[in-house]
């Protein structure tokens, strides 16, 4: 069965330093990973994915996350964090096998200090 | 390209009450997908429609939860009669193929408060 575990439910840097959220997934089948982010009143929005090419994934606002297998995990990183980054990150597992599945973990939420 | 719009963004209604919410997802995409957060929980499936047949609903909590999507575009989720633990905000999305290659894009949410 898949499941989807995002080990931090909260994360506080400062601004300019790293950034890195943890995730951890379970899947009897090849499936895709992906990082979703979500601003206030806003959807949700896109970061970047990993669907069985190149294992670390370049994303947008200089998010990337490494793909390990050995580890079942897709942590997201970002070297130098922005006040703007404050928000909501969700990591999402979808696979086609045995029909078509979307699972979310329950977010982990970034705070960011001046 | 417009975005996924929900309509509206909050509902409060009370128990017993009827409510509809309404998606409309990017023009050209044949899957829409309705999902719900209650609070403190996971976003969970609710269920998949490729164009105007449900591919899967195995989601949905029970009979009060009726969704549609007449002529393949915009969709409405209707909760009737609405239950407290209900309350949540409801995400629709959208994408253009069914594979699990490709992104679904979302729309902001519908927060649905029943007291």
């Known amino acids: 069965a898949q499941s989807v575990t995002q080990l931090d439910s909260h994360v506080s840097v400062s601004e300019g330093t790293p950034v890195l959220l943890r995730c951890n997934y379970s899947?009897?089948?090849?499936?895709?990973l992906f990082w979703y982010v979500q601003h206030p009143n806003k959807g949700l929005q896109l970061l970047l994915k990993?669907?069985?090419?190149?294992?670390l994934v370049k994303g947008i606002n200089g998010f990337e996350a490494e793909f390990k297998k050995s580890e079942t995990s897709f942590h997201l990183t970002k070297p130098s964090a922005h006040m703007s980054d404050a928000a909501e990150y969700f990591c999402?597992?979808?696979?086609?096998?045995?029909?078509?599945?979307?699972?979310f973990g329950a977010g982990t939420r970034l705070f960011v200090k001046a | 390209e417009a975005g996924v719009t929900q309509f509206p963004s909050h509902s409060v209604i009370e128990k017993g009450q009827t409510v509809t919410l309404r998606c409309d997802p990017i023009?050209?995409?044949?899957?829409l997908y309705w999902y719900r957060r209650v609070m403190g929980k996971e976003i969970k499936f609710l269920l998949h429609?490729?164009?105007?047949?449900?591919?899967?609903e195995s989601g949905m909590p029970n009979n009060r939860f009726l969704a549609e999507r007449t002529g393949g575009t915009y969709s409405t989720l209707k909760v009737q009669p609405a239950e407290l633990e209900d309350s949540g905000v409801y995400f629709c999305?959208?994408?253009?193929?069914?594979?699990?290659?490709?992104?679904?894009?979302f729309g902001p949410g519908t927060r649905l408060t029943v007291t």
């Open positions: 999305a959208s994408s253009r193929l069914t594979s699990a290659y490709y992104e679904q894009y």
């Open positions: 899947s009897s089948y090849s499936p895709s």
């Open positions: 990993y669907t069985s090419a190149a294992t």
């Open positions: 999402v597992v979808t696979q086609n096998t045995g029909g078509f599945k979307t699972i």
């Open positions: 023009s050209g995409h044949d899957n």
């Open positions: 429609f490729v164009k105007e047949s449900k591919q899967d």
